[in-house]
């Protein structure tokens, strides 16, 4: 640290002795000989990232702003530490551009970290910003949302002032998981933010969170597709017992029905359907196709005993044989379609 770097807050008494009550003009923006531009190296010390709002994904992180540049007209010296503390040395002005800042511009909040004999100039800075992730649901539970936090000036243009990530850009000193979500990848890049005053150079951090869908599963996928499963039960019960297998298909659509309410009704509502809608609706189509059929054998076997006066032996092995051939088609395809359906959702949203 001696070499590169003095700490100020050995000296923070004497500096602090002569502060000047009226703040003094700040200095210039530092032109280095045959550079135009001021490159500020950024680097983020993550306290805590939490989520505020789940419904609309709002987080809010808070963490130290390192900003490191280089200022021929400084060094470890007593002038540099006066304008330090009379707040004389000039700074890039780096605030989050895309968030509401609930700390900007607080002098408490400012740390001069150190002054280099080379002008290397090190400040970090408290801030907390709070921000609105993507809300794409059409994967829900297994999507996948994006939180930026985007850190630039708007002082300073890209001709005067560029932005470049640390080596390390980020220290990461606390756990930033969730019950609902996981962080899967943090991602840091710099890209130029075209505004009508020009462009400007901006340090974006891109969190991506991963939702943990094993208790939407459990609780909203898993049991339609076992009422489903009983569904297909009743194909082989007795022709005969057509009243129970009514009971059974009507009582599982009525379920599936509740459970089609859950998942599009009272879950983050949206305009267009989500994957626990599509499997949910899909178990409640074959649970209908079920009834329809179980009402169709019904009617065609009650014409037939009341036009041959037979009580309840129309649906024979030996007659009529259409509705023997409807009863083993849908014993097949039942199946097959099941498994074609759980292959093809799987391989869509998984």
């Not at 602090?16 to 210039?28: C, Q, T, V």
């Not at 007593?78 to 989050?96: D, E, L």
């Not at 930026?148 to 080596?167: A, H, L, M, N």
């Not at 009508?196 to 891109?206: I, K």
Request: net charge positive; with cysteine.
């Amino acid at each position: 640290m001696t070499k590169k770097f003095v700490d100020c807050f050995m000296i923070m008494g004497t500096a602090l002795s002569l502060r000047n009550p009226i703040k003094l003009p700040e200095m210039g923006r530092p032109v280095l000989r045959d550079v135009i531009t001021t490159s500020v190296n950024l680097s983020l010390s993550v306290e805590t990232l939490k989520i505020i709002n789940p419904e609309n994904l709002e987080v809010e992180l808070t963490a130290l702003l390192n900003q490191e540049w280089t200022d021929a007209r400084l060094g470890a010296n007593v002038k540099t530490r006066k304008m330090a503390v009379a707040g004389q040395i000039w700074k890039p002005k780096i605030i989050s551009i895309n968030g509401e800042n609930k700390i900007c511009n607080n002098e408490d909040a400012v740390f001069w970290r150190g002054f280099g004999d080379e002008g290397n100039v090190l400040l970090s800075e408290k801030i907390s910003v709070r921000t609105t992730c993507t809300t794409n649901y059409r994967k829900f539970p297994f999507d996948t949302q994006i939180c930026d936090f985007k850190f630039g000036t708007y002082r300073f243009p890209q001709d005067e002032v560029t932005v470049v990530w640390d080596s390390v850009p980020l220290h990461i000193t606390t756990n930033i998981n969730f019950n609902e979500f996981n962080v899967t990848n943090i991602i840091t890049f710099i890209e130029t933010d075209v505004r009508c005053s020009g462009n400007f150079s901006t340090a974006v951090v891109q969190f991506v969170f991963k939702r943990h869908y094993q208790h939407y599963i459990y609780c909203l996928m898993l049991p339609p597709f076992l009422l489903t499963l009983l569904n297909y039960t009743p194909f082989w019960f007795n022709l005969n017992k057509r009243t129970n297998r009514l009971c059974i298909n009507t009582s599982v659509l009525f379920l599936l029905v509740y459970f089609n309410y859950c998942s599009i009704c009272s879950m983050r509502p949206t305009p267009y359907l989500k994957a626990l809608d599509i499997f949910v609706l899909i178990c409640t189509s074959f649970s209908l196709t079920t009834l329809l059929e179980t009402i169709f054998v019904d009617f065609v076997c009650t014409l037939e005993e009341s036009h041959f006066h037979l009580k309840k032996v129309a649906c024979s092995k030996e007659y009529p044989k259409n509705i023997l051939w409807l009863e083993y088609a849908m014993k097949l395809s039942y199946p097959v379609f099941c498994i074609f359906f759980l292959i093809v959702y799987g391989w869509l949203y998984f």
